[in-house]
């Protein structure tokens, strides 16, 4: 079955860096749109980053943009996160999410396969 593990979380200062990972297994890497998306307590999960199957075109949410870059290594059924100058905003449980096809959607419920989470926390 497929799976996604998301890894990387953890306490840091703003202006500081983390690196997420998400290790997908049980389907053909190079079909899958990846995702990153996040959710805040109290706030619905919102779009984050995308990355196409080849991993020549990205999107970024207008709040994370400059900030945040995402990557992947078809090698090793990975997909990452870098983070930096993170704020405090940013603080939440981050998700990575697989989408079957071509088209590098934003919205979470286009997307099938989901991580478990990995939570941040961004002090200031």
């Known amino acids: 079955q497929v799976q996604l593990v998301e890894s990387g979380g953890g306490l840091v200062q703003a202006g500081g860096s983390l690196r997420l990972s998400c290790a997908a297994s049980g389907l053909t890497f190079s079909s899958y749109i990846i995702g990153w998306f996040r959710q805040a307590p109290g706030k619905e999960r919102e779009f984050v980053a995308v990355?196409?199957?080849?991993?020549?075109?990205?999107s970024y949410a207008d709040s994370v943009k400059g900030r945040f870059t995402i990557s992947r290594d078809s090698a090793k059924y990975t997909v990452n996160l870098q983070m930096n100058n993170l704020k405090p905003e940013d603080t939440a449980d981050y998700y990575c999410?697989?989408?079957?096809?071509?088209?590098?959607?934003?919205?979470?419920?286009?997307?099938?396969?989901w991580g478990q989470g990995t939570h941040i926390t961004v002090s200031s």
């Open positions: 999410a697989a989408r079957l096809g071509a088209v590098p959607y934003t919205t979470p419920a286009e997307y099938r396969y």
């Open positions: 990355i196409s199957r080849s991993g020549g075109s990205t």
